[in-house]
């Protein structure tokens, strides 16, 4: 199970929460002026990077509003979460590096 900790309610399991895709893409400028390509560029190209990544995801079953998240797309772990009217948050360097037990040897 993973914990999703939604910046409003606190932690919740993942099964309350729908994902909304990458994150901070702006609405196009000028939308009349784009021909059917550019379009088509907005609405379905998206970036698809390994590690983290900034997505938006809605609390649909709690308060169903929309927040983001960073997530690292190679551990699905998800490293902050933030309200979309804030700053994407600074990760310290690996962050998305997976944790290990300390101690003893395999």
């Known amino acids: ?3 999703v900790h939604c910046p409003w309610c606190g932690p919740r ?3 309350e929460f729908h994902y909304g895709g990458q ?3 702006p609405y196009p400028a000028d939308p009349h002026a784009l021909d ?3 379009w088509a560029e907005y609405v379905f190209y998206r970036d698809n990077p390994e590690g983290p990544f900034a997505e938006r995801w809605m ?3 709690g308060c169903r509003r929309w927040f983001n ?3 690292d797309t190679l551990t699905y772990r998800i490293l902050a979460t933030y309200r979309p009217d804030g700053p994407r948050p600074d990760l310290p360097p690996h962050a998305s590096e997976p944790t290990r037990p300390s101690g003893g040897t395999r």
């Open 36 to 38: 059917d390509a550019q």
């Open 1 to 3: 199970m993973l914990l």
């Open 13 to 15: 399991n993942e099964t």
């Open 69 to 71: 998240a960073v997530r």
């Open 59 to 61: 609390h649909g079953a």
């Open 23 to 25: 994150a901070h893409v």
